[in-house]
């Protein structure tokens, strides 16, 4: 019968193999997805903290994580005006923090599944 092939293993074990470097391409692009959005949460975090506890800003390692939490917040930096100066510190800083998290981990997840 000409209609009939001989199944050629090699063929399906390359198709199995393409698809998984494609898969670990995903998987590691969903992790510096991931990974970044917990860095700018955790930069985030730390700047509220640091100015809670009333940390010397003269200090060069309290400048620079307030350099980069303006950076990270500058969409969000004047949303909540309270008289409390912690509290508006806390909802202005804190709530891009939640956004990266919530959107960084839903991408990656996303992106995991494909």
């Known amino acids: 019968m ?36 917990d860095i700018a949460a955790v930069f985030l975090g730390l700047w509220i903290l640091l100015y809670l506890l009333e940390a010397n800003r003269a200090n060069v390692f309290v400048e620079f994580v307030e350099g980069v939490a303006d950076l990270l917040a500058w969409w969000s ?20 923090a939640v956004i990266y998290l919530l959107v960084g981990h839903g991408i990656a997840a996303r992106m995991r599944r494909l």
């Not at 193999?17 to 969903?30: H, N, Q, V």
């Not at 930096?77 to 804190?94: H, K, P, Q, S």
């Open 77 to 96: 930096r004047d949303i909540f005006t309270m008289d409390t100066e912690g509290l508006r510190v806390l909802l202005n800083y804190g709530l891009p």
């Open 2 to 37: 000409s209609g009939n092939q001989p199944y050629d293993r090699s063929q399906g074990d390359n198709h199995r193999f393409e698809r998984k470097r494609d898969g670990s391409a995903a998987r590691r692009t969903a992790l510096i997805i991931h990974t970044i959005a």
